[in-house]
């Protein structure tokens, strides 16, 4: 039994450059593993969360999958931290939200350039993609957002921090401030 705090992590709809800068923390990690341990995560092979202290939800949520996953983590986790723009506002992959999933279909697998026999893939193992694209917040109820593309390590650092010791995370202005 252990009583490190327990932290997932998924990437949604998104590059996965949030959970580059997670690892951008360097040195700190060592810190951070003696501090906890990661359920579900790519740094892990867990492929379902459980009961963990939080989570951390990079991606916007764009297909049947994408919505599973996060009513999982929000199921499984006490506090739940939406981090990057696609999480918080669907970011680069709610671009397509201006044109018709049928439209991107086509442009995508058919009508693009410099496709090679052109098909709309149709595996049913392929999760089924939404309509619209949209942020993690109007799916589940989210507890923290942490805004940047990707958040900057230090941010990310402090406000894992402060979730570990208890306090309410907070950041002066000029941290949040990406003009
Ligand atoms: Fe990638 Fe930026 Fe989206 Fe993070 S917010 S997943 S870095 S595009």
């Given at each position: 039994m252990t009583d490190k705090i327990r932290i997932a992590t998924t990437s949604l709809a998104g590059c996965f450059g949030c959970h580059m800068s997670i690892l951008d923390i360097d040195e700190r990690i060592i810190d951070l593993v003696e501090l906890v341990e990661f359920n579900r995560s790519p740094i892990t092979d867990i492929k379902d969360v459980t009961d963990c202290d939080v989570g951390i939800i990079e991606g916007a949520v764009a297909n049947s999958e994408n919505v599973e996953v996060l009513?999982?983590?929000?199921?499984?986790?006490?506090?739940?931290?939406?981090?990057?723009?696609c999480a918080l506002n669907g970011g680069?992959?709610?671009?397509?939200?201006?044109f018709s999933l049928e439209e991107c279909i086509e442009e995508s697998y058919i009508n693009g350039i410099g496709l090679d026999q052109p098909r709309i893939p149709d595996d049913a193992e392929l999760p089924m993609l939404l309509n619209q694209v949209h942020p993690v917040h109007e799916v589940v109820k989210v507890d923290y957002f942490l805004p940047g593309c990707p958040p900057p390590a230090d941010m990310i650092w402090q406000l894992l921090t402060d979730l570990l010791q208890g306090r309410e995370p907070s950041f002066k202005q000029e941290q949040i401030n990406y003009d």
């Amino acid at each position: 039994m252990t009583d490190k705090i327990r932290i997932a992590t998924t990437s949604l709809a998104g590059c996965f450059g949030c959970h580059m800068s997670i690892l951008d923390i360097d040195e700190r990690i060592i810190d951070l593993v003696e501090l906890v341990e990661f359920n579900r995560s790519p740094i892990t092979d867990i492929k379902d969360v459980t009961d963990c202290d939080v989570g951390i939800i990079e991606g916007a949520v764009a297909n049947s999958e994408n919505v599973e996953v996060l009513r999982d983590f929000r199921k499984q986790c006490k506090t739940l931290v939406a981090i990057g723009a696609c999480a918080l506002n669907g970011g680069i992959p709610a671009m397509r939200n201006q044109f018709s999933l049928e439209e991107c279909i086509e442009e995508s697998y058919i009508n693009g350039i410099g496709l090679d026999q052109p098909r709309i893939p149709d595996d049913a193992e392929l999760p089924m993609l939404l309509n619209q694209v949209h942020p993690v917040h109007e799916v589940v109820k989210v507890d923290y957002f942490l805004p940047g593309c990707p958040p900057p390590a230090d941010m990310i650092w402090q406000l894992l921090t402060d979730l570990l010791q208890g306090r309410e995370p907070s950041f002066k202005q000029e941290q949040i401030n990406y003009d």
